[in-house]
T-cell receptor, first 113, second 111 residues
Framework: NAGVTQTPKFRVLKTGQSMTLLCAQD?????MYWYRQDPGMGLRLIHYSVGEGTTAKGEVPDGYNVSRLKKQNFLLGLESAAPSQTSVYFC????????????FGQGTRLTVV | EDKVVQSPLSLVVHEGDTVTLNCSYE??????LLWYKQEKKAPTFLFMLTSSGIEKKSGRLSSILDKKELFSILNITATQTGDSAVYLC???????????FGKGTKLSVIP
């Protein structure tokens, strides 16, 4: 049972480049989330999904897009990367709402130069 | 605006010491408070405290919730070097799926 898997684990982008981060969970969870973690800022929610085909904005959605075409996958896209998007990105999933235990992926360290 | 504030931001103790980590919160329509441990990578779930479950214990870790004073503490007894981590506290925002996280307490346990 792999839990929540994120790819890639590390990436360096040039300003203006695009990329997609993939999150896959094998627990049949309905809810999935993308967070970013910056020093001194804690974890902040970017986007989330309450089920296949649905997405919603979180606290810091600007510059990101997401898609949930399949229940097990949640993709985070950066269309035109900026240095301010240098961060560690975490995907998480929960069976129910955020009241229940969230399982996190191992994170993606993204550097935009 | 909902707030979750953790203190101290960092802490260094010796093995065998007992530590108490603090989390205060201001959350509309409080539902629950969650504690996570983050070592080098992904946060892992420790406890969830709700109105109906204000005290939790697992081995050397325990946590209580004070709904009146709006805070929670995480207690670790007989600390070990493996307890070194960042401990995160979070609460869901009213009517939403967003967790508001505190900035974390970095605990370092030295031999």
């Amino acid at each position: 049972n792999a839990g929540v898997t994120q790819t890639p684990k590390f990436r360096v982008l040039k300003t203006g480049q695009s990329m997609t981060l993939l999150c896959a969970q094998d627990m049949n969870h309905e809810y999935m989330y993308w967070y970013r973690q910056d020093p001194g800022m804690g974890l902040r929610l970017i986007h989330y999904s309450v089920g296949e085909g649905t997405t919603a904005k979180g606290e810091v959605p600007d510059g990101y897009n997401v898609s949930r075409l399949k229940k097990q996958n949640f993709l985070l896209g950066l269309e035109s990367a900026a240095p301010s998007q240098t961060s560690v990105y975490f995907c998480a999933s929960t069976e129910g709402t955020v009241n229940t235990e969230a399982f996190f992926g191992q994170g993606t360290r993204l550097t935009v130069v | 605006e909902d707030k979750v504030v953790q203190s101290p931001l960092s802490l260094v103790v010796h093995e065998g010491d007992t530590v108490t980590l603090n989390c205060s919160y201001e959350v509309t329509n409080f539902r629950s408070l969650l504690w996570y441990k983050q070592e080098k990578k992904a946060p892992t779930f420790l406890f969830m405290l709700t109105s109906s479950g204000i005290e939790k214990k697992s081995g050397r870790l325990s946590s209580i919730l004070d709904k009146k004073e709006l805070f929670s503490i995480l207690n670790i007894t007989a600390t070990q070097t493996g307890d070194s981590a960042v401990y995160l506290c979070a609460a869901p925002r009213a009517g939403s799926y967003q967790l508001t996280f505190g900035k974390g307490t970095k605990l370092s346990v030295i031999p």
